[in-house]
C-alpha cells in the first residue's frame, strides 16, 4: 500500500537523506516501513531517472505464514519492518541538481523527512565496503564495474579482488517491467555492484575474465 501524500500510519519514520558521490552519481537513501512502502514516489523517481528506486523486499522475520492477508490477496502476513531503498542518478551537475530538487518535491509530498533536496559539495557515499587502491607506479587507470546477482557474489567478490582491491561495493534491487497481453508487471531483483580499479592497458582482460563469473554486467567506467 503506497503511503504518498498522507502522514503515516506507522510508527516507523520516514526519511530521506541525499549524498554526492565522487563517481559522478547522487545517491539517495529512504527509509521507511516495508510493509507500506511510498510506491507513487518511487515510480516517480525511476522515472525521472533514478536507478534503483525500487521497494525493499521484506526479511524473513517479518512474513508470519500463520496468518494469510486476504485484502492483498497473499498467503501470509506481513509485520512492520524497517526498510532502506538506495536510488542512484547519474548525469552532469546541474543533471543531478536539477534531479536532487525533483526528488525533494516528490518525498515531500510523500511525507518523508530531512532535507533530501540539497545537494552536499563533496560528501562521499559510504559504501557497504571500501578499501583505498594502491597508488599505481605509472600508467593510466581504469575503473572495471560488476553486478552480479546476490547468489553469486561471493565468486564474483573473489575474482574481482585477483584484479585488485574492491574500490565500491554496494547491495541494490534491480526492477524489471515486464507486459503481456496487454498486463504490465515489475519483477525485482537483488544485485551486488562491484568496482574494482587496474591498470588500463589490462581492463579488457578483467573485463574477459570477469564475465565469466556468472555477473549479469560487466563494464569499463
Known sequence: MAMDARAPTSPIELTARLVASATGETVLHLSYDGT????SALGELRRAGW?????????????????PDEAAGRRYSLHPYPATTTARFRGTR?????????????????????????EPAQEPVVAA??????EPAGGTRAVVEVVVVEPNAALARTRVRSWGEVMEEHAETRVTEVTYRGNRSE???????????????????????????????????
Open 94 to 118: 546541474d543533471q543531478r541538481s536539477a534531479a536532487a530538487a525533483h526528488a525533494r518535491e516528490v518525498l515531500t509530498r510523500a511525507g518523508f523527512a530531512g532535507d533530501p533536496g540539497r
Open 187 to 221: 519483477t525485482f531483483t537483488p544485485v551486488v555492484r562491484l568496482c574494482v580499479e587496474v591498470d588500463e592497458r589490462r581492463a579488457d582482460d578483467a573485463v574477459r575474465d570477469l564475465s565469466t563469473a556468472g555477473v549479469v554486467e560487466v563494464r569499463i567506467r
Open 129 to 134: 565496503t571500501t578499501m583505498a587502491a594502491p
Open 51 to 67: 536507478a534503483d528506486a525500487v521497494p525493499s523486499p521484506p526479511p524473513a522475520s517479518a512474513i508470519d505464514w500463520t496468518r
Open 36 to 39: 507500506e512502502p511510498p510506491l
